[in-house]
T-cell receptor
Framework: AQSVTQLDSQVPVFEEAPVELRCNYS??????LFWYVQYPNQGLQLLLKYLSGSTLVKGINGFEAEFNKSQTSFHLRKPSVHISDTAEYFCAVRDFGNEKLTFGTGTRLTIIP | DAMVIQNPRYQVTQFGKPVTLSCSQTLNHNVMYWYQQKSSQAPKLLFH???????NEADTPDNFQSRRPNTSFCFLDIRSPGLGDAAMYLC?????????????FGDGTRLSIL
């Protein structure tokens, strides 16, 4: 069965500093990986996805993530954050052939001016 | 813009009074999902439709039902809401059920129970 672990429930970062949000997954088969962002009182918006090919994936709003199969990780990074990046970030995994998308518990990113 | 629209954004109902939440999509996607998201938690899948084929999650309470009268619309019915059903309800769509298909979410309906 697939599962996702986001170890950091809250991450405070100063504005214009870099950030990394950690995501580790568990699966017995190959996976597809996704990062979603949720702004207050809104739905989830797809930031980026890893399906195949290059392990470094670039998404919207300057975010990128790197798929590391040996470490079963898919960490999200941004070199310089802005106040507008304050939101909840969810990592999600889907096994090949599995209809169900499994979410991590989320990381609340707070940008400090 | 093609999108997923949920109405209303905020819904207040009384304990035990049936309530219906609606979702519409202009993406012409085959699959529509309903998730429940409680405060500071991950979204939890309740059920989904692949076209007209209804798929219920094993742990979804019987109190929750869904209807999909056509491709564009999907409804979530809560027959007798309890206090524990207060949550954000998210609708999502995807083109197909293949694992590489991303899901597109609406802005959600926040349900409060008095």
């Amino acid at each position: 069965a697939q599962s996702v672990t986001q170890l950091d429930s809250q991450v405070p970062v100063f504005e214009e500093a870099p950030v990394e949000l950690r995501c580790n997954y568990s699966s017995s088969v190959s996976v597809y990986l996704f990062w979603y962002v949720q702004y207050p009182n809104q739905g989830l918006q797809l930031l980026l996805k890893y399906l195949s090919g290059s392990t470094l994936v670039k998404g919207i709003n300057g975010f990128e993530a790197e798929f590391n199969k040996s470490q079963t990780s898919f960490h999200l990074r941004k070199p310089s954050v802005h106040i507008s990046d304050t939101a909840e970030y969810f990592c999600a995994v889907r096994d090949f052939g599995n209809e169900k998308l499994t979410f991590g518990t989320g990381t609340r990113l707070t940008i400090i001016p | 813009d093609a999108m997923v629209i949920q109405n209303p954004r905020y819904q207040v109902t009384q304990f035990g009074k049936p309530v219906t939440l609606s979702c519409s999509q202009t993406l012409n996607h085959n699959v529509m999902y309903w998730y429940q998201q409680k405060s500071s938690q991950a979204p939890k899948l309740l059920f989904h439709y692949y076209d007209k084929d209804f798929n219920n999650e094993a742990d979804t309470p019987d109190n929750f039902q869904s209807r999909r009268p056509n491709t564009s619309f999907c409804f979530l019915d809560i027959r007798s809401p309890g206090l524990g059903d207060a949550a954000m309800y998210l609708c999502a769509t995807s083109m197909g059920r293949q694992a590489n298909q991303p899901q597109h979410f609406g802005d959600g309906t926040r349900l409060s129970i008095l």
